[in-house]
């Protein structure tokens, strides 16, 4: 079965500019993620969508961040104007469903790496 | 305060030697998860729990929920296990009728030598 995949891996821009990001979650999973992880920390959730429905993004830079999942299926992560502070690891995960008692899998993508200088 | 917290956040150890990582949080929870990260940024997910133990080979995942605790421990352990281990909680929204988001500890950074 092929994991989450994600694209670039590796991103270095400069500040002000625009920058996109790429995930194809597994095949049939209903929920998926993204998250940034600045180093040294834990994943922070950016936003969860739910097929192609937001489910939570209060954690979501709005005035510069923005995602989509227009069909449901893969989704794109955008930064304009990136800051020096977004340089982290962008990953998106996805998982089947929650189950009834809260309690699911996510399965990670190996992440894209962004450098803003 | 943060609302998961891991300790210690690094921790170095001898091949063989028996290790414990610890996760404490303060909201309540449907299901807390161990996770491990390798240089290059990839998470697998090592356990799910909301009570009780699992084990896993050489891996042991136990959750007190009453304490709000949880602890990971590794017997034998080996250069392989090298990573970050983070644990994360599932949090109940208000009135426990659905499921708040994900929230993760910083992380405790594991060195095993040989």
Not at chain 1, 16 to 39: E, K
Request: with cysteine; hydrophobic share 35%; glycine share 10%.
């Amino acid at each position: 079965e092929a994991g989450v995949a994600q694209s670039p891996r590796y991103k270095i821009i400069e500040k002000r500019q625009s920058v996109a990001f790429w995930c194809n979650p597994i095949s049939g999973h209903a929920t998926l993620y993204w998250y940034q992880q600045i180093l040294g920390q834990g994943p922070k959730l950016l936003i969860q969508f739910q097929n192609n429905g937001v489910v939570d993004d209060s954690q979501l830079p709005k005035d510069r961040f923005s995602a989509e999942r227009l069909k449901g299926v893969d989704s794109t992560l955008k930064i304009q104007p990136a800051k020096l502070e977004d340089s982290a690891v962008y990953l998106c995960a996805s998982s089947l469903a929650l189950g009834a008692s809260g309690e699911e899998t996510q399965y990670f993508g190996p992440g894209t790496r962004l450098l803003v200088l | 305060k943060n609302e998961v917290e891991q300790s210690p956040q690094n921790l170095t150890a001898q091949e063989g030697e028996f290790i414990t990582i610890n996760c404490s949080y303060s909201v309540g929870i449907s299901a807390l998860h161990w996770l491990q990260q390798h240089p290059g940024g990839g998470i697998v997910s090592l356990f799910m729990l909301s009570s009780g133990k699992k084990k896993h080979g050489r891996l042991i995942a136990t959750i007190n929920i009453q304490e709000k605790h949880s602890s990971l421990h590794i017997t034998a352990s080996h250069p392989r296990d090298s990573a970050v281990y983070i644990c994360a909680v599932r949090s109940y929204l208000t009135g426990g009728t659905s499921y708040g988001k994900l929230t993760f500890g910083q992380g405790t950074i594991l060195t095993v030598h040989p």
